[in-house]
């Protein structure tokens, strides 16, 4: 099992950009792909971004698209989300997943442990 870190996020005003980290360790990340999810107070966990384990296809929620971008580096074995023209909905714990058979329709194996993101109008 691999075992995901999340780190980046904070404070932001609206227009401004985050960038988000997931940290993997154990495992083998190379042959995961791997999501960021959100969810806002009172509303439902919602898939935002994900990324193969090639890193060759990438899927994006149609509320970030043009928006937000993930990579990866599997030398570094890290996942990251770069967010730009934060908006105020963007209010959230972003979590991390990762999913073993490596494709962007995630059904997530492992967790990570969130990290609030939070953009003031």
């Known amino acids: 099992q691999v075992q995901l870190v999340e780190s980046g996020g904070g404070l932001v005003q609206s227009g401004g950009s985050l960038r988000l980290s997931c940290a993997a360790s154990?495992?083998?990340?190379?042959?995961?792909?791997v999501g960021w999810f959100r969810q806002a107070p009172g509303k439902e966990r919602e898939f935002a971004a994900a990324?193969?384990?090639?890193?060759?296809?990438?899927r994006y929620a149609e509320s970030v698209k043009g928006r937000f971008a993930i990579s990866r580096d599997n030398a570094k074995k890290t996942v990251y989300l770069q967010m730009n023209n934060l908006k105020p909905e963007d209010t959230a714990v972003y979590y991390c997943?990762?999913?073993?058979?490596?494709?962007?329709?995630?059904?997530?194996?492992?967790w990570g442990q969130g990290t609030q993101v939070t953009v003031s109008s």
């Open positions: 997943a990762a999913d073993r058979y490596g494709g962007v329709i995630m059904t997530p194996d492992t």
């Open positions: 154990g495992g083998t990340f190379s042959t995961y792909a």
């Open positions: 990324i193969s384990y090639s890193g060759t296809s990438i």
